[in-house]
């Protein structure tokens, strides 16, 4: 029996960027959205990923350092991942479960809004965000975690769904970085599946590409084949999280089945 279950995505600001950040042999200038999503299931109001800090929003510079301007940061006050939630009728204190799916810093940036929430992760992002390969520690903002470190963590070890009726998957998708999670979700009429950072860009999924900084190439390759044996088993709508195709095609998606 299916599960009523609502999906939206939320926006998180923009990035603009050399598209050779993103994946193997990209040229050229790129605008990406830095989304969170929000699912309301009858069992919990699920997040998945917080996007940036807070903090940004006056002080971008002090908060990411010189990351900030070389990746054309633009976020807003009403782009906080708080604000977008109470957009929607609900407060940041609603969320019960918090899935982060990796460890980077447009991910983990509204952690401390969600002191009550349980925090899902791939159990090695959590000592990877503090001990990064020296070539991506610039991707990583440690105060987020540290901030945290009370709150209720479940590290995950193995793919988890998350209320035991097939609404709600989180999958390990190691590569990008060690813990790298996507998530699929069952809508009542579909399947989408949330990619994570498993790819950034949509040749990064054809040609199964990885992003020069991953942990991983290896396994990013392997994850990448792995998603789109999940997508094609369910028949799911792959949305890459970065992309703003896959974005406006999920934003009309929740319009009819959310
Ligand atoms: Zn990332």
New binding site residues.
Partial sequence: MSTPVQLWALDGGRFTLDRGLMVVGGSGTLTIPVPTYLIRHPRGLVLVDTGLAPAAVEDPEGTYGPLATMLGLDFTEDLRVDRQIEALGFAASDVTHVIIS?S?FD?TGGISLFPNAQFLIGAPDLSYAFWPLPAASV?FRSADLEAARGFHWRPLTADLDLFGDGTIRILLMPG?TPGNTSTLVRLEDRHVLLTG?TVHVSEALTAELPMPSDHSTLDSVHSIRRLKDIAHAHEAEVIIQHDFDDWNRLREITKVSG
Wanted: net charge negative; charged share 15%.
């Fill in positions: 990796h980077h991910h991707f990008h950072d």
